[in-house]
C-alpha cells in the first residue's frame, strides 16, 4: 500500500497571499496524483488530476506539480472560498490511497 | 449534470446490517467505474470499495473485506453497499463516488461525488 503523507497539517495565510501545499509518497505513483478539496459538511471536489491538469470549472489558481514520490498544490491567491480541507490521493496502485489533509485556514 | 444521490444511512447496533443505496443520473452510468468512499466524522478519507462498469469485478479495502459487498443494478443507474457484522469504527459519511475515466482500466480518481449518507454504530 501506498502511504501518502501531506504537509503541514494546518497551514494559516492571509487572503490574497499565495498557498503551498505539500504531499509525499511512500514510493513512486508516477504522475497518478490527485488533489481534492472539501469544505465543512460537504462533500469532496476534484481539483487536480495527473499532477498537474486542472478538473473542470476549477480556476487557474490553482496548480499541481511534482511527480514520482514529491507533489505540490499551489493556490496562488487565496480567495476567502478556498479555506477549506486538501488531501491528495494516488492512483497509481490499488488500493487507491488519500493522505490525512492539510487545513488551510485564515490567518 | 452529474449527479449522485446516497440513502440508506442510519443508526444500527455493532454487529448488525445495513444496505446503502446511490442513484445516479446525468452521466451513462454503465459506462463507468463506481466507488464508495468513507470519511469518520472529523476525519480523513478512506476508499471502501469499487465495482467495474459492468459488476465483474469488485474489490475491498482489507478494513472491510468479508464484511461488505458493493453491487449495481445498471438498469436502474443504482449503486449499492451491503454492510454486515457492522463495527463502532464503521460509523462514517459514505460518500459514492465515479471513477475519471470511462476506458475500463484503472485505477483512476474520483471526478464526481455524492453528498455522503451518514451511517452509525453504536450501541
Known amino acids: 500500500e501506498r502511504v501518502m503523507t501531506q504537509s503541514p497539517a494546518t497551514l494559516s495565510v492571509s487572503p490574497g497571499e499565495r498557498a503551498t501545499l505539500s504531499c509525499r509518497a511512500s514510493?513512486?505513483?508516477?504522475?497518478?496524483l490527485a488533489w481534492y478539496q472539501q469544505k465543512p459538511g460537504q462533500a469532496p471536489r476534484l481539483l487536480i488530476y495527473?499532477?498537474?491538469i486542472r478538473a473542470t470549472n476549477i480556476p487557474a489558481r490553482f496548480s499541481g506539480s511534482g511527480s514520482g514520490t514529491e507533489f505540490t498544490l499551489t493556490i496562488s491567491s487565496l480567495q476567502s472560498e478556498d479555506f477549506a480541507v486538501y488531501y491528495c490521493?494516488?492512483?497509481?496502485?490499488?488500493?487507491?490511497?488519500f493522505g490525512q489533509g492539510t487545513k488551510l485556514e485564515i490567518k | 449534470e452529474v449527479q449522485l444521490v446516497e440513502s440508506g444511512g442510519g443508526v444500527v447496533r455493532p454487529g448488525g446490517s445495513l444496505r446503502l443505496s446511490c442513484a445516479a443520473s446525468?452521466?451513462?452510468?454503465?459506462?463507468?467505474?463506481m466507488n464508495w468512499v468513507r470519511q469518520a466524522p472529523g476525519k480523513g478519507l478512506e476508499w471502501v470499495a469499487d465495482?467495474?462498469?459492468?459488476?465483474?469485478?469488485?474489490d475491498y479495502a482489507d478494513s472491510v473485506k468479508g464484511r461488505f459487498t458493493v453491487s449495481r443494478d445498471n438498469a436502474k443507474n443504482s449503486l449499492f453497499l451491503q454492510m454486515n457484522s457492522l463495527r463502532v469504527e464503521d460509523t462514517a459519511f459514505y460518500y459514492c463516488?465515479?471513477?475519471?475515466?470511462?476506458?475500463?482500466?484503472?485505477?483512476?480518481?474520483?471526478?464526481?461525488w455524492g453528498q455522503g449518507t451518514l451511517v452509525t454504530v453504536s450501541s
Open positions: 463516488a465515479r471513477d475519471g475515466l470511462s476506458d475500463g482500466s484503472g485505477p483512476y480518481y474520483f471526478d464526481s
Open positions: 446525468g452521466f451513462t452510468f454503465d459506462g463507468y467505474g
Open positions: 465495482i467495474t462498469w459492468n459488476g465483474g469485478n469488485t
Open positions: 514510493q513512486s505513483v508516477s504522475s497518478n
Open positions: 495527473g499532477a498537474s
Open positions: 490521493q494516488q492512483y497509481n496502485i490499488w488500493p487507491r490511497t
